[in-house]
């Protein structure tokens, strides 16, 4: 059974800093591509990043391209989620995802993914 344990969260003032982080157990880590999405209060659960199996390939929203880092670490079944710069409307609960099978491209979509963390809370204040 795949398990995505997210860690990371908090509470930051605009401009600042957090690195998520999602441990991942369950089946060969290395061989299926990874998620981050969000969701904000009252609105859909969107994509934020993602990554493929080797790390070779990435995916970023609009909203976060040159300030979110996603990157794996493969030997240690983690993936994270380094975010710059912070806005308050990053504000959302951040999940971790993984899909169910193996592929060589990005999933960029929500129904490609079947597994879900718990999701970690991130607010920022201005």
């Known amino acids: 059974q795949v398990q995505l344990v997210e860690s990371g969260g908090g509470l930051v003032q605009a401009g600042g800093s957090l690195r998520l982080s999602c441990a991942a157990s369950g089946r060969t880590f290395s061989s299926y591509a990874m998620g981050w999405f969000r969701q904000a209060s009252g609105k859909e659960r969107e994509i934020v990043a993602a990554?493929?199996?080797?790390?070779?390939?990435?995916y970023y929203a609009d909203s976060v391209k040159g300030r979110f880092t996603i990157s794996r670490d493969n030997a240690n079944n983690t993936v994270y989620l380094q975010m710059n710069s912070l806005k308050p409307e990053d504000t959302a609960v951040y999940y971790c995802?993984?899909?169910?099978?193996?592929?060589?491209?990005?999933?960029?979509?929500?129904?490609?993914?079947?597994?879900w963390g718990q999701g970690t809370q991130v607010t920022v204040f201005s």
């Open positions: 990554i493929t199996w080797s790390g070779g390939s990435t």
């Open positions: 995802a993984a899909p169910g099978g193996v592929g060589y491209w990005v999933p960029r979509q929500r129904d490609e993914y079947d597994y």
